[in-house]
């Protein structure tokens, strides 16, 4: 009997040993183990020892019980242990990988090159001044020495709101109610949305002007040049190169058109500038007299000078964007670039 006992635990540790799942343990366990198990089946044989062999038989049996149930113990721990590495393993997180962007908006383009540009006037002690984009035909011409009949009308091309209202075709109206509000000195950008009747590839609908105006005694063209150029060389570069050529405006007297020196081809000529080395950039002047007077300024007491310019063609121009739609049409990939 105890070798029959000896064989089932050889038999039973060489099972436990080899088992590699927690079910088979389970399994093996009945089998030696239950109530049906081997070593169950030859206890019930104790009965048929001789009285005096038998509480050692039993002590046998319990050890061999013991034994096989310690083994299984370990045997359990030990593929728990595995399992777990196992689980760990292909859990694992790679820290090498990339991870996943979300994208971060930022500035537009238009945005970044008006706060450029309020930044270059502010630290010369510009204020910024806003007005309506619905404007009236007062404000948008009459004031500003354009009256009904006044041919400088037409190159407005107009989108009108009802008689007498009209979305304003520059930001020179703000010059008017500034000037209403304020007595001088007076020294103000207005950074704004304009409208007219155009579209193409240089031209929208829709676009953004900064208009200057800086009224005081004994202000001269000498200031307004000073001050353009000023502008010019920080926000284009110092070496750039600056013209003013006569114009006509309604409300400046006398006026003028300021070129810069091509920014593509440096002022050698090219398709940007039409070979002429200059770049249109914007229009200026002396505030007219009549101007004054609609404003309720004293003209013999005060001068001063006024600008505008389109904010988009300043962003263009800086870098070298060949349309103006690019920068409506909320193409990213464009966008991102800057
Ligand atoms: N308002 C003009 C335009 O839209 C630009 C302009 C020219 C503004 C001369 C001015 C100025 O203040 O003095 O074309």
């Not at 537009?108 to 510009?126: A, K, L, P, R």
């Amino acid at each position: 009997m105890i070798k029959e006992l000896e064989k089932i635990k050889e038999q039973a540790i060489k099972k436990i040993e080899e088992a590699q799942s927690t079910d088979l343990l389970e399994q093996i366990r009945v089998e030696f183990l239950g109530k049906k198990g081997k070593i169950t089946e030859v206890l019930k044989k104790l009965g048929t020892l001789p009285a005096e062999e038998r509480p050692k038989m039993g002590s046998i049996a319990n050890e061999i019980k013991e034994i096989i149930t310690n083994s299984i113990q370990e045997q359990y721990q030990i593929i728990l242990e595995k399992e777990i590495q196992k689980k760990i393993e292909e859990e694992k997180i790679d820290i090498t990988l990339p991870g996943r962007t979300c994208g971060i908006g930022h500035m537009h383009v238009i945005n970044q090159v008006m706060s450029e540009i309020t930044d270059i006037f502010i630290q010369m002690g510009f204020q910024i001044a806003s007005g309506p984009e619905v404007e009236t035909e007062y404000y948008n011409f009459e004031s500003l020495n354009t009256p009904d009949d006044h041919p400088a009308r037409d190159v407005h091309d107009t989108f009108y709101v009802k008689p007498g209202v009209v979305l304003r075709t520059h930001t020179s109206p703000v010059q008017m109610r500034v000037m209403e509000k304020t007595k001088p000195p007076v020294a103000v950008i207005v950074p704004g949305r304009v409208y007219r009747v155009d579209n193409d590839a240089s031209h929208s609908p829709m676009f953004n002007q900064m208009e200057g105006l800086l009224v005081d005694e004994d202000i001269t063209f000498a200031d307004l040049k000073g001050t353009l150029m000023y502008f010019v060389h920080k926000f284009f570069g110092e070496e750039t190169a600056v013209r003013f050529r006569p114009h006509y405006f309604p409300f400046t007297e006398p006026s003028a058109e300021m070129d810069i020196s091509c920014t593509v081809c440096k002022g050698k000529g090219c398709r940007v500038c039409k070979n002429s080395g200059w770049l249109e950039i914007l229009g200026c002047g002396m505030v007219h007299p009549r101007v004054f007077q609609y404003a309720g300024y004293d003209n013999e007491k005060y001068q001063g000078y006024a600008f505008g310019f389109g904010i988009d063609r300043m962003a263009m121009l800086k870098f070298s964007i060949p349309s103006i739609n690019l920068l409506f049409d909320n193409n990213l990939k464009f966008l991102e670039q800057f």
